[in-house]
Every structure is written in structure tokens, then in C-alpha cells.
């Protein structure tokens, strides 16, 4: 019998639901003891499982923090011990680090969901950053195996840390559970959306800077000026208060009738499956699961070229243009460029990638044959998040 350890940073949030669906797909081996160790532990938790032990923070006072880092190792350095795992799955860059001072004489693996710069422009957080950066220098060479969602987290390893051995380094996607997802998709929608729009657009992402729900604002207002029949819907929490300038810009420009901001949704799947597509427009992305979801759903996508990622999963890795001038057609969807990082909350000339978003939507929309050809074409990506695929490259090159 195996026994594994997965080390989460919270039971809440995108890392939580991966490590859920890593916990879920491992309990249905008969040959695996699987654990989980939340070393964030909150009482409103999204996700909490049988085989699971909590570490919580309650050092509210000056140098806290550091208290409470240390402690978390102590904890995961004692589940090691009486666990003995032969595996131990680090799912964030500071578990990582739990796991690689911890020691323990099983495999310590760790799973990176994106690069430094990709953190920094996410947090601005110069201290976060820093710490990210000495652990990446100094800590994570110890790991067995650094397992990352995405090329672009793979080459910025290899390229900037050379005390971290290549051999060591390779690609492991998340695992999504398909079969839920689907089912989810299926369930039926309880309020009329739009009462005058036939068909909506739908945008899933948090309202933050990062994301650019403003680009899409922008360049729907463009799209549906000679649309009458058609909405935007998005999906999402306003993490940067951003909801409020969100809302004037949709009145500058005309279209507030047509746009509805939903929130945080429980099952966003739904929504997804009944929209004409999906645009996520982001500055910087890894590899983002909204964009796996709607191919799942065969709902076509439409993205600005946020990172290596997003061609894998759109099955073009070939043709990987880091400098997109325009746009590219895929087999599933469309890939525009990601030249302006400036957020605009106002009405005024579109840029280029909003021009390109534009004649993206143009060209999905007004192409009923192209259109069908991306809903109906098989994506080869989806085999790569498969349980059955994720968990045998764990164990054959772990065991």
C-alpha cells in the first residue's frame, strides 16, 4: 500500500479545488492511502475530506507570521513521521517550502501554477516576491520532482534557476473532472438572463486588473453595436473593487442594458455551456482552467496570448507566436494579441488588442461554419488532465 500526502495552502480557491480533485482521484485506488494536510485551516473551508489533518494560523501578533511558518513546518515534519508517506505532493509554492524543510524520507514533489513574474504582476507584493525568489534559489533543488501546469512555468525554471537539475523539472497538468463538469453544465438555468438579448457572451474571471474585464467591456460595446440581439455576461468576484468603475464604463458606453455582472457563482459550468463563447481577455495567465472548462463544454474560446499555455490548450503548441501582431485562428478558438497592459475605464479610441478582440467576435459570430468546425472538433489537450493520465505519470515516475 502507498500512502500519499497532499500539502494545501487553504480549503478554498482554485489550489484547494486542484488538490480536491488530486485527493478525490487517488481515494479510488485500491493500491493508495491518500492524506491531505490544509495548513490554512478556516472554519467555512470549501473543501474538507475525510483523511485530513488542519494546521491553523492563530498568531495575530508582531513577527506572527513567523511563528506561524515555522510552525507549519514542525506540523508537516510530524504528519511525515506518522504517516510515512512514500509520496508527498506539495500543491503552492510556499508548501513547497513546508515541504522541502520538512525532509521526511519519502519523495517531496511540488506542483508550480506559475512563474515569479507572473506572481509579482499578480500581488505586487515586492515581499512575497522575494521570498518566492530565495525559495526558488535555494530550497527547491532539494524537491524529488517540480511539476509544473504549464510550458511557460517549465522554461522559466530552466531558464533562471540552474541549481535546479532539468531532470528534475517537467509538465503535469491538473486534473478536471470532466464527467462533473458536464453535469453541472446540465443544469438548468432558473432566471431569464437577458429578456431581450437571444444569445449572450459570458466572461469568467475575478474583476481585477490582471484579468481585463474592461478590455472585454470595451470591445463588446464595439462588437454589439450592429448586434442588437446579443449580451455579455460575467461571471466573477470583484476582488479590486473594480465593479463600480466597471459599471460607469458600461454606461459611458451605452451598453448597460446589455451587460449583466453575476458574481461568484457556485456552478459557473452552466453558464458557460448555454453562451455563443467565451472570451478571457488577461494580461497573464498559466494555464487557465475557465478556458479547459469551455473546451470541455465545446464552447468556443476566444483569448488575448497571455502565456505558451494557452496554445497548448488550444492544440497549436507548433505554431507558439510570443509576439502576436494580430490573430490567430485555432482549432477551438481564437488567440489574439497581448501588446497593451494598460487598463482603460473610459470611453475612448480601442487599442489593438481590443480592435483584434472585436474582429475576433466578429468572425465567431458572423461564421456559422467556422464557428460549428471549433464546437465540434475534438481537443486532443483533454487527455493530458485525465485522473487516469495525471496519476499514472505521478506514480510511474515516483515509485
Known sequence: MIN?????????????????NLYLA?????????????????????????RQFNFMNKYHFPLGKLVYYVRCVFFIKRLKKDLTPLITISTSEACSTYNVLSKGNGRNIGIFHSSLVYSKNKTNNIWKYLLQYFSFCLLYRYLDKLYCVSPDVKAFILENFSSISPFKVSILYNIHDIQQIIKLSNVSI????????????????????????????????????????????????????????????????????????????????????KAK?????????????????????NIPVITTNSSMGIWDIMDCTE??????????????????????????????????????????MSTLY???????NMANERSLFLSKITEEFVLNKILLENV
Do not use: W
Request: hydrophobic share 40%.
Open 190 to 273: 432558473e432566471n431569464l438572463l437577458f429578456s431581450s438579448m437571444n444569445e449572450y457572451i459570458v466572461f469568467v474571471g475575478r474583476l481585477d486588473y490582471n484579468k481585463s474585464p474592461d478590455k472585454v467591456i470595451r470591445a463588446f460595446a464595439e462588437f454589439s453595436m450592429k448586434r442588437e440581439g446579443v449580451g455579455l455576461l460575467i461571471i466573477g468576484g470583484d476582488t479590486h473593487c473594480l465593479l463600480h468603475k466597471l459599471k460607469n464604463l458600461c454606461s459611458e458606453l451605452e451598453i448597460l442594458h446589455k451587460v449583466i455582472f453575476l458574481g461568484n457563482v457556485s456552478n459557473p459550468y452552466k453558464y458557460i455551456k
Open 26 to 50: 487517488f481515494s479510488k485506488r485500491e493500491d493508495v492511502n491518500v492524506y491531505i494536510a490544509n495548513v490554512n485551516y478556516q472554519d467555512n473551508d470549501d473543501f474538507i475530506v475525510d
Open 319 to 360: 505554431s507558439y507566436d510570443k509576439n502576436l501582431l494580430g490573430t490567430f485562428i485555432a482549432s477551438k478558438g481564437i488567440i489574439t494579441s497581448n501588446l497593451c497592459k494598460e487598463n482603460c475605464f473610459i470611453k475612448s479610441e480601442l487599442n489593438i488588442d481590443e480592435m483584434n478582440l472585436v474582429d475576433s
Open 4 to 20: 500519499i500526502l497532499l500539502i494545501e495552502p487553504e480549503g478554498k480557491g482554485t489550489i484547494a479545488r486542484l488538490t480536491n
Open 366 to 372: 458572423d461564421n456559422d461554419i467556422m464557428y460549428q
Open 277 to 297: 463563447f467565451l472570451v478571457l481577455p488577461s494580461k497573464s495567465e498559466a494555464l487557465p482552467g475557465v478556458i479547459i472548462e469551455s473546451l470541455i463544454l
